[in-house]
């Protein structure tokens, strides 16, 4: 994730000197690496499930890894498109958050997987502070190079030092008649339309946040690490108190949704008021204090719903939403870019949060009437 993170806060400036360049090219470069991960992570979760996590997990960092090879020597945005959509193809998100499920109990998962979103969180602030620090001494093409060796680092821990995973028979994954109904239960759907909704948000947002702080802040790019160091530390302010209400109270549905709108009114200042540095400052610390929370929350939900011996396979479609969000973020907020500017990313991103949050919110109220009535 640190790897893929690494492009966000540069890619967008990057892509501008690049003979190719065009807001539609740069959208799908930003995102392709979404769309290998979208339709690999269900066989990988599969796989998973019945050759084990550890293996499926090394192959597909060795995918990123060629990817990351590819990407450091390309001379045009397609390529650079093409070398994303490499690296997406080491779809490993289910078998990582499957194989900590399995080596967690229920009663601390959520905890667990607050733990992933945190180190996520921290992937995201870290990639945001070194990159642009990365790219004014290596370049783009050093950060490729800098994921080649992550990549291959990440293979002998994963190997070596994370505990051994439960034994399994070779036969449990589902079949595939059952992905259906692992898609379309509705809670777990809702999940998965919350995962796409969050991840589209992200990619769409770092299209026009770099933008934002160049063009409308006069920051130069240089710089724009201390500005995502001081939101993301303030942030955490608004992340704990979520996480620890959540396992504490009995109003988790309702802080659910309560994020969510949250995230969607963070995208609306933005769309409203991207001009002024305090406003900026204000939303970015929003929308990541809400995001870290999230990040958390919906695998947790999804991990606790999903029947054990599916899990795998559950997981890989809840990745696949992930990273279905993240190509459309990128796509549609490049179309987004280029006809209505930089407000029309941001009121796209907006919108795609309250379409969430309603879907959120009448999932809560029907889960309430079914325990009312039981």
């Known amino acids: 994730m640190f790897g893929l993170f690494l492009m966000l806060p540069v890619l967008a400036l990057y892509a501008r000197g690049m003979p190719d ?38 192959g597909g960092l060795a995918l990123f890894a060629a990817g990351s090879l590819l990407g450091a020597f390309a001379q045009s945005l397609a390529v650079l498109a093409v070398a994303r959509s490499l690296q997406g193809a080491g779809a490993v998100s ?48 050093g950060i490729f190079l800098a994921m080649l060796l992550m990549a291959l680092a990440g293979i002998a821990l994963i190997m070596f030092a994370v505990p051994p995973e ?44 770099p933008a934002v702080l160049v063009e409308d ?47 969607a009114a963070s995208q609306a200042m933005l769309g409203l008021s991207h001009g002024h540095f305090w406003v900026v400052m204000a939303a970015l610390t929003l929308y990541f204090a809400v995001f870290n929370y999230l990040e958390a929350r919906l695998p947790a939900l999804l991990t606790l719903a999903a029947p054990g011996a599916e ?12 990273f279905l969000g993240a190509f459309a973020g990128g796509v549609v907020g490049g179309v987004l870019l280029g006809r209505f500017g930089l407000p029309g990313v941001f009121w796209g991103a907006a919108a795609v949060a309250a379409a969430w949050a309603v879907v959120a919110a009448l999932g809560s109220a029907g889960a309430a009437k079914v325990a009312e009535h039981a």
């Open 21 to 58: 360049y065009s807001p539609e090219l740069l959208g799908l470069a930003m995102g392709a690496y979404g769309l290998t991960q979208a339709l690999l992570q269900i066989p990988f979760g599969r796989w998973s499930d019945r050759i084990g996590r550890k293996p499926v997990i090394a």
């Open 94 to 141: 289910a078998a990582v958050t499957a194989l900590l499920a399995d080596l967690t109990r229920p009663d601390v998962r959520t905890r667990a997987m607050a733990f992933i979103g945190i180190s996520i969180g921290l992937s995201f602030v870290l990639s945001l502070v070194l990159a642009p620090v990365l790219d004014a001494t290596v370049g783009v093409p």
């Open 166 to 209: 439960p034994p399994r028979s070779g036969r449990d994954a589902p079949p595939l008649s059952r992905l259906r109904e692992l898609t379309l239960r509705p809670a777990l759907f809702r999940l998965h339309l919350g995962m796409f909704a969050m991840h589209f948000m992200i990619t769409a947002t770092f299209l026009a946040v």
């Open 217 to 263: 802040l006069g920051l130069a790019p240089g710089g724009h690490w201390k500005v995502y160091l001081g939101v993301f530390v303030a942030s955490i302010a608004g992340t704990i108190p979520l996480v620890l209400a959540t396992e504490r109270t009995r109003w988790a549905s309702t802080l659910l949704v309560a994020a969510v709108l949250a995230a």
């Open 311 to 322: 899990r795998g396979a559950a997981l890989g479609i809840f990745a696949t939403a992930q």
